[in-house]
């Protein structure tokens, strides 16, 4: 405790440090206090019915990843996921279309580029996306809206407000990635998730000791020792650094050495790391979009792929998240082109011939430690509905697992990384020096 308040001195001692922390702090108030404002025209004490429907289901996912302004009806309420959703839909892009290929490649003005396409689909999508929420917010509370207006006369320029909103959350992010502590789009993510992390604790430790089934003081502790483990295994996950399995390490190596060092082919067991999670989650979200947020009237199926603590969502949920793993591998990881790479610098793996039969052999031993890592991704993603079974409220249990932990654990990471830098080119003893978070972390988006 005393080196870490010592370490917190170091940081204030630092001019630069301290404003890019007060920077930061400064923005992430700005943006919670958005979430608290309330679309003009819409009465906040008549949102019961709304709040009550974000309580559970997917719904009450959108509503964490937006830091609660969802149920409240603000103007931040569609937060920074269309944005994040755009950005994946560019990633694809760039993986599978040659001209966005060729624009990666150009550099800073590639990125520059695709930084706008980007923004522009984003602009698209608020534009589906926020009509769909104000419908669903007609449906839920249409009787919020003040009277003397219209609804077809409010969700025109209630749809300007929302989309303004989510693109002023962008501009915070950015904000915060210039002149802050950087990572600020995935920083605003893990200050709307960890705003609810409060509320859920007391209310999952309240249910444990009034409930008659509640399990007391022991099954709180168990929980808590069960979302200890799980934090644990997310931060292996998210540093993605785990080496090939030693049977096959062993083969994989080069006949030439670098300092009296033999190199290892660098294939990773979480090589995909958190994006298959991500794409995934917002696969399953389509179903909200198909029935504009409705329930009622839909079929069992589409019912059931709302609920995400259904047998059906999770079998449909891990199937995506084992396949993306697979995908994701297999276009970040081109056997043929490291074949190509170890053939052109005079390397060979022992018993194996170079160029097609090396490429196949990587391929095969790729697709082997894939198989694993893509199964431990998938138990991540479903322990929040295994939190469920242990009878676990529905808020907290969304910490168990799933996209909301590893974004908060490799925001943290990250974050503390950029303290870490700070402090230990100005000779500081930085936040890190167990080494256990170092060199790994990956960013939430």
């Known amino acids: 405790m005393r080196k870490f308040i010592e370490t917190l001195k170091n940081c204030w001692k630092i001019e630069d440090l301290r404003q890019r922390l007060l920077i930061t702090l400064l923005f992430t108030a700005i943006y919670r206090f958005g979430s608290f404002v309330v679309l003009p025209g819409i009465n906040p004490s008549m949102l019961e019915k709304l709040q009550s429907q974000t309580s559970g289901g997917l719904m009450s996912l959108l509503d ?19 944005y994040i959703s755009a950005s994946i839909v560019m990633q694809l892009l760039a993986m599978a279309v040659p001209y966005f290929q060729k624009m990666q490649r150009e550099g800073e003005s590639g990125r520059k580029k695709i930084n706008w396409y980007t923004r522009i689909l984003t602009v698209f999508i608020l534009l589906f996306q926020a009509p769909s929420y104000l419908l669903n917010l007609k449906m839920q509370a249409g009787q919020a809206l003040a009277s003397g207006i219209s609804w077809s006369v409010f969700i025109v320029p209630a749809t300007i407000i929302l989309a303004a909103g989510s693109m002023f959350i962008l501009w915070l992010g950015e904000r915060i990635t210039d002149k802050g502590i950087g990572n600020g789009i995935s920083l605003i993510i893990m200050i709307g998730i960890i705003a609810r992390l409060p509320q859920a604790f007391v209310q999952e430790m309240g249910s444990r000791f009034t409930a008659i089934s509640g399990g007391g003081l022991v099954m709180f502790i168990v929980e808590i020792l069960i979302l200890y483990a799980v934090v644990c295994a997310s931060i292996l996950l998210v540093q993605g650094t785990r080496k090939v399995p030693v049977q096959y390490a062993k083969r994989l190596v080069g006949n030439k050495q670098y300092g009296g060092a033999r190199q290892y082919i660098p294939l990773k067991l979480f090589a995909a790391n958190v994006m298959p999670i991500i794409f995934a989650q917002a696969l399953m979200f389509i179903p909200l979009a198909v029935v504009r ?15 995400n603590r259904s047998l059906l969502y999770n079998i449909v949920y891990v199937t995506l998240v084992i396949a993306f793993t697979y995908f994701y ?13 170890m053939k052109r610098n005079n390397g060979f793996i022992p018993g194996v011939k170079p160029g097609k039969d090396t490429a196949e052999y990587i391929d095969t031993v790729m697709s082997r430690i894939t198989f694993p890592g893509s199964l431990f991704i998938a138990f991540i993603a479903i322990m929040p509905a295994l939190a469920g079974l242990l009878n676990v409220q529905q808020a907290f249990s969304q910490f168990f697992g799933g996209t909301s932990l590893l974004i908060l654990v490799g925001v943290v990471i990250d974050t503390l990384q950029q303290i870490e830098s700070h402090l230990l080119m100005r000779h500081y003893d930085g936040l890190l020096n167990s080494g256990h978070t170092r060199g790994g972390a990956v960013s939430a988006y």
């Open 329 to 341: 591998t297999a276009i970040t990881l081109n056997p043929t082109q490291m074949a190509e790479d």
């Open 64 to 82: 964490m990843f937006s830091g609660g302004a969802f149920s409240n009806a603000s103007i931040f309420a569609l937060g920074i996921m269309p």
């Open 293 to 307: 947020y409705q329930s009622e009237n839909a079929s069992w199926v589409v019912q059931s792929l709302m609920d």
